[in-house]
């Protein structure tokens, strides 16, 4: 018998041993199997989580941010440990203790999966295996997904201490509204650091894992406030939180941005502009838009806040004006269709989900959209964005339109309006648009850049990828290759009619003004900006070297050596006219424009700094008080110094006296060139003081003529009047630097001939000549054209020019107005 008992238990022990033998060898084999070709966990140890990229100004303002998941990376040791206890309690309170998985959870969920029948799967997962999952695996609940979770999880705790795997966790997990990780969530959710959290609001982020979509503060605000307080139970269930604590915290309402309680960061951030959207673009190409927006960098711009605020305002303020002047009225094309204009809040609603602009501030103050509710025949009613009740536009503040409010507006067009003493003024974004560039001179930073009236509107940034031509602001070029070639701003130059024969027929160009004026000096060629003489002295030049000039200062790639284009006639971009201008306003020497000073790593390491320049003495402990270190350049000269002084001076009378002296008055001297093309359809103006370039254009999208009274001069100058005023309050400004190896020789500006020393009156102007070359007066230039048998330019000068003296003692005959016979359009001013 007792054989027999001992044999029926080896019977069941035996069978015991082979199954649980069999199990393991199963379960083992299941584990190989699955253990195959998995994603090596190791990689994880070099992890970079892709990170926002955040741009700030000058002063350390964050002024915008970019990212595709908007995550702010934080290193374990800089998140506090109540978040840290906050997530363990919410989803894995053994973290400290198990080996990759808890087997008590499985288990117990397994139960629970049998128990509901698989109505109620939950997953178990740690912490560890949460990280295989996000990082390595698919988001499904598949065993096999489960098994290689767990063959993960193990390995990734050999490999990783728990503090490193918390990490990556608590910066990697999504939890809602496009926050990653838990910095960004806790500025998204409560506008706070994590230093800053209190226990709630810290168990409020720890139950978003679960379901972020479930979890809403505001749309389900009873079920996260639920979640919140399991949390805080776990929380002083653990021991991470006293019983006093638990009973304060989890009697504290559920606040958060979205329910209003808080204001949100963004509100912080000012509306994104076209500087730090360019800046967006050029890094994107420069890194490579996936490390850009991943990246994590850290960028310091050059932007001036005040500046750019200025800038803003007088683009806005110069295209509004010849808007006005058109008479026009066109609205922003949108209308709230099906909406019951009676109902307030469902006009609110469809006009605050409306794509009007939002970023328009003039100087009459802040744009707001609005949706006509009535138009009667003296009044429009208007229902504005964000302000109470309605407001009222009175039949004067359209006189500037053709037309009354029956012939423009419509029950539910959406406009744009302003505040104006005690009624409401309509406005709309003109049709006619611009770019506006300003940098310093001697570093090419960029302060300030308008691409447009309004970003919002329209995202092309017209400063930087808008080609247009620059008309006569190109025409320094053609001056600075002819006084590096020998010429002087005294040197003649015919100013008369020219025929060339073209494949397209016959050229005739003309100056602005419809004249001509004989024999003229070439400042004042440049002052008045006369076409013909700028054509006979491209000729005289050679458009290659006048081709190779322009290149040598950015404006084109590979210009065509077309004699149009001495006049501007080949496209290029403002940004590049900018840049090419400060190189004569600093003396002749390369300058590489930049948006950007320095760009850091997600580690802080300086991967970029545009200032390359050395200080040579700045650790002497011996420098002297107040005495400024040495700092040494290595930059390229592009120019001679004394043809890049002539050249300036030159442009001084351009604004002193020629086509922009009615819209240039600035306290400290400054020298430009405007530019017109043919039929208006481009207006430029460039100009700089010694230390700040700044250049604008106006024209439409689509070029087509701008109409009459539309010149560079008209146009752009006060722009850059009134921009450069409040430059100079705040930068200053002084005369040009004149460079050594030179002498200042007086001559009369009409005629070129050479004054006395003690000359004096508006004809007489000093002009800077290189020591060592006697200049030659009365040598006169006509590029070899010959004239039209109908444009007896020489008899018409004889009988009714102004006659002067020149300094050789002869006469000379200028200032006629002429009979153009058959010329006609062409060519640029």
């Given at each position: 018998m007792l054989r027999f008992i001992f044999s029926f238990f080896g019977s069941i022990f035996s069978t015991l041993t082979l199954g649980i033998a069999m199990a393991a060898l199963s379960v083992g084999a299941i584990f190989w199997v699955y253990g195959r070709d998995l994603p090596s966990h190791e990689s994880l140890a070099q992890y970079q989580p892709p990170t926002i990229s955040r741009i700030y100004s000058g002063e350390g303002q964050l002024i915008d941010e970019f990212a595709k998941e908007r995550r702010l990376f934080t290193p374990s040791e800089e998140i506090p440990a109540l978040v840290k206890q906050a997530f363990i309690s919410a989803e894995d309170k053994?973290?400290?203790?198990?080996?990759?998985?808890?087997?008590?959870?499985?288990?117990?969920?397994?139960?629970?999966?049998?128990?509901?029948?698989g109505r109620n799967v939950r997953g178990a997962s740690t912490i560890t295996q949460q990280v295989m999952k996000n990082f390595l695996l698919s988001g499904d609940r598949q065993a096999e997904r489960k098994i290689k979770e767990i063959i993960l999880a193990t390995r990734l705790e050999e490999t990783l201490s728990k503090e490193q795997i918390l990490e990556l966790y608590l910066n990697e997990i999504f939890l809602g509204q496009n926050s990653y990780g838990v910095t960004a969530a806790a500025q998204t959710y409560f506008n706070k650091t994590l230093d800053e959290l209190t226990p709630h609001e810290a168990a409020t982020l720890a139950s978003m894992p679960k379901a972020p979509s479930d979890f809403h503060p505001v749309r389900r605000k009873e079920r996260l406030l639920k979640r919140r307080d399991y949390v805080l139970e776990e929380m002083k269930e653990n021991g991470y939180i006293t019983d006093a604590v638990y009973d304060y915290e989890v009697a504290q309402p559920l606040r958060s941005v979205q329910n209003g309680d808080f204001e949100a960061f963004r509100t912080a951030l000012p509306p994104r502009d076209y500087f730090t959207d360019e800046i967006r673009r050029q890094l994107s190409s420069d890194f490579g838009e996936g490390e850009f927006f991943t990246g994590g960098f850290t960028i310091r711009a050059t932007?001036?806040?005040?500046?750019?605020?200025?800038?803003?305002?007088?683009?806005?303020?110069?295209?509004?004006?010849?808007?006005?002047?058109?008479?026009?009225?066109?609205g922003t094309g949108l209308t709230l269709e099906g909406v019951d204009l009676n109902d307030e809040a469902a006009w609110r609603d469809a006009l605050a989900d409306s794509r009007a602009p939002r970023d328009i501030v003039t100087e009459g103050g802040k744009w707001h959209p609005a949706v006509v509710l009535t138009v009667a025949e003296q009044s429009l009613t208007l229902g504005i964005q964000n302000v109470d009740g309605t407001g009222t536009v009175p039949r004067a503040d359209i006189k500037w339109m053709k037309g009354n409010f029956f012939d423009n507006f419509t029950a539910g067009d959406v406009i744009l309006t302003m505040k104006v003493d005690d009624h409401w003024s309509v406005r709309q974004v003109p049709e006619v648009q611009g770019g506006f560039v300003a940098m310093d001179v001697n570093t090419g930073r960029v302060i300030a850049m308008q691409g447009g009236f309004s970003y919002q509107a329209s995202v092309f940034n017209r400063a930087t990828q808008a080609r247009r031509q620059p008309g006569s602001s190109f025409k320094p070029f053609v001056y600075a290759a002819a006084l590096d070639s020998g010429y002087s701003p005294a040197t003649i130059v015919v100013d008369a009619p020219i025929e060339i024969n073209t494949p397209q027929g016959l050229w005739r160009p003309k100056n602005s003004s419809n004249k001509f004026y004989g024999p003229t000096p070439l400042r004042t060629g440049i002052e008045q900006s006369r076409n013909l003489m700028t054509i006979r002295l491209a000729q005289e030049v050679g458009m290659p070297?006048?081709?190779?000039?322009?290149?040598?200062?950015?404006?084109?790639?590979?210009?065509?050596?077309?004699?149009?284009?001495?006049?501007?006639?080949?496209?290029?971009?403002?940004?590049?006219?900018?840049?090419?201008?400060?190189?004569?306003?600093?003396?002749?020497?390369?300058?590489e424009p930049t948006l950007v000073d320095r760009i850091q790593d997600r580690f802080g390491r300086t991967i970029y700094r545009h200032d390359e320049r050395e200080c040579t003495d700045c650790l002497r402990p011996d420098l002297a008080e107040g005495q400024a270190p040495k700092?040494?350049?290595?930059?390229?000269?592009?120019?001679?110094?004394?043809?890049?002084?002539?050249?300036?001076?030159?442009?001084?009378?351009v604004v002193d006296r020629g086509t922009a002296a009615s819209a240039i008055d600035l306290p400290v001297p400054a020298a430009g060139k405007t530019g017109t093309t043919n039929d208006s359809r481009d207006a430029w103006f460039v100009g700089f003081t010694s230390n700040i370039v700044a250049g604008c254009y106006f024209g439409y999208d689509q070029p087509r003529p701008m109409g009459r009274g539309a010149y560079g001069g008209t146009l752009c100058g006060p722009v850059f009047q009134?921009?450069?005023?409040?430059?100079?309050?705040?930068?200053?400004?002084?005369?040009?630097?004149?460079?050594?190896?030179?002498?200042?020789?007086?001559?009369?500006?009409?005629?070129?001939?050479?004054l006395p020393d003690s000359a004096s009156g508006d004809y007489v102007v000093a002009e800077y000549f290189r020591e060592g070359e006697e200049p030659i007066f009365g040598l006169t230039y006509d590029g070899g054209f010959a004239m039209g048998s109908n444009l007896p330019l020489i008899e018409e000068a004889a009988q009714a020019g102004r006659r002067v003296k020149t300094s050789s003692g002869g006469t000379a005959v200028l200032g006629p107005k002429a009979n153009f016979g058959t010329i006609s359009s062409g060519g640029l001013y």
């Amino acid at each position: 018998m007792l054989r027999f008992i001992f044999s029926f238990f080896g019977s069941i022990f035996s069978t015991l041993t082979l199954g649980i033998a069999m199990a393991a060898l199963s379960v083992g084999a299941i584990f190989w199997v699955y253990g195959r070709d998995l994603p090596s966990h190791e990689s994880l140890a070099q992890y970079q989580p892709p990170t926002i990229s955040r741009i700030y100004s000058g002063e350390g303002q964050l002024i915008d941010e970019f990212a595709k998941e908007r995550r702010l990376f934080t290193p374990s040791e800089e998140i506090p440990a109540l978040v840290k206890q906050a997530f363990i309690s919410a989803e894995d309170k053994n973290f400290y203790v198990h080996k990759g998985y808890d087997a008590r959870g499985i288990l117990a969920a397994a139960v629970q999966a049998v128990q509901s029948r698989g109505r109620n799967v939950r997953g178990a997962s740690t912490i560890t295996q949460q990280v295989m999952k996000n990082f390595l695996l698919s988001g499904d609940r598949q065993a096999e997904r489960k098994i290689k979770e767990i063959i993960l999880a193990t390995r990734l705790e050999e490999t990783l201490s728990k503090e490193q795997i918390l990490e990556l966790y608590l910066n990697e997990i999504f939890l809602g509204q496009n926050s990653y990780g838990v910095t960004a969530a806790a500025q998204t959710y409560f506008n706070k650091t994590l230093d800053e959290l209190t226990p709630h609001e810290a168990a409020t982020l720890a139950s978003m894992p679960k379901a972020p979509s479930d979890f809403h503060p505001v749309r389900r605000k009873e079920r996260l406030l639920k979640r919140r307080d399991y949390v805080l139970e776990e929380m002083k269930e653990n021991g991470y939180i006293t019983d006093a604590v638990y009973d304060y915290e989890v009697a504290q309402p559920l606040r958060s941005v979205q329910n209003g309680d808080f204001e949100a960061f963004r509100t912080a951030l000012p509306p994104r502009d076209y500087f730090t959207d360019e800046i967006r673009r050029q890094l994107s190409s420069d890194f490579g838009e996936g490390e850009f927006f991943t990246g994590g960098f850290t960028i310091r711009a050059t932007i001036d806040e005040e500046m750019q605020s200025e800038a803003a305002l007088a683009m806005r303020k110069g295209l509004e004006n010849f808007d006005r002047s058109r008479q026009i009225w066109r609205g922003t094309g949108l209308t709230l269709e099906g909406v019951d204009l009676n109902d307030e809040a469902a006009w609110r609603d469809a006009l605050a989900d409306s794509r009007a602009p939002r970023d328009i501030v003039t100087e009459g103050g802040k744009w707001h959209p609005a949706v006509v509710l009535t138009v009667a025949e003296q009044s429009l009613t208007l229902g504005i964005q964000n302000v109470d009740g309605t407001g009222t536009v009175p039949r004067a503040d359209i006189k500037w339109m053709k037309g009354n409010f029956f012939d423009n507006f419509t029950a539910g067009d959406v406009i744009l309006t302003m505040k104006v003493d005690d009624h409401w003024s309509v406005r709309q974004v003109p049709e006619v648009q611009g770019g506006f560039v300003a940098m310093d001179v001697n570093t090419g930073r960029v302060i300030a850049m308008q691409g447009g009236f309004s970003y919002q509107a329209s995202v092309f940034n017209r400063a930087t990828q808008a080609r247009r031509q620059p008309g006569s602001s190109f025409k320094p070029f053609v001056y600075a290759a002819a006084l590096d070639s020998g010429y002087s701003p005294a040197t003649i130059v015919v100013d008369a009619p020219i025929e060339i024969n073209t494949p397209q027929g016959l050229w005739r160009p003309k100056n602005s003004s419809n004249k001509f004026y004989g024999p003229t000096p070439l400042r004042t060629g440049i002052e008045q900006s006369r076409n013909l003489m700028t054509i006979r002295l491209a000729q005289e030049v050679g458009m290659p070297v006048i081709a190779g000039y322009a290149e040598r200062f950015g404006v084109y790639d590979n210009m065509g050596t077309f004699l149009a284009n001495s006049l501007g006639s080949e496209e290029t971009t403002l940004y590049k006219m900018v840049a090419a201008y400060a190189m004569f306003a600093n003396g002749g020497e390369r300058v590489e424009p930049t948006l950007v000073d320095r760009i850091q790593d997600r580690f802080g390491r300086t991967i970029y700094r545009h200032d390359e320049r050395e200080c040579t003495d700045c650790l002497r402990p011996d420098l002297a008080e107040g005495q400024a270190p040495k700092i040494v350049t290595h930059r390229e000269r592009v120019m001679d110094p004394i043809t890049a002084y002539q050249l300036t001076s030159m442009m001084k009378g351009v604004v002193d006296r020629g086509t922009a002296a009615s819209a240039i008055d600035l306290p400290v001297p400054a020298a430009g060139k405007t530019g017109t093309t043919n039929d208006s359809r481009d207006a430029w103006f460039v100009g700089f003081t010694s230390n700040i370039v700044a250049g604008c254009y106006f024209g439409y999208d689509q070029p087509r003529p701008m109409g009459r009274g539309a010149y560079g001069g008209t146009l752009c100058g006060p722009v850059f009047q009134q921009f450069m005023t409040k430059a100079t309050e705040k930068f200053g400004g002084g005369p040009f630097a004149v460079p050594p190896g030179g002498q200042f020789i007086k001559i009369d500006r009409f005629t070129g001939g050479r004054l006395p020393d003690s000359a004096s009156g508006d004809y007489v102007v000093a002009e800077y000549f290189r020591e060592g070359e006697e200049p030659i007066f009365g040598l006169t230039y006509d590029g070899g054209f010959a004239m039209g048998s109908n444009l007896p330019l020489i008899e018409e000068a004889a009988q009714a020019g102004r006659r002067v003296k020149t300094s050789s003692g002869g006469t000379a005959v200028l200032g006629p107005k002429a009979n153009f016979g058959t010329i006609s359009s062409g060519g640029l001013y």
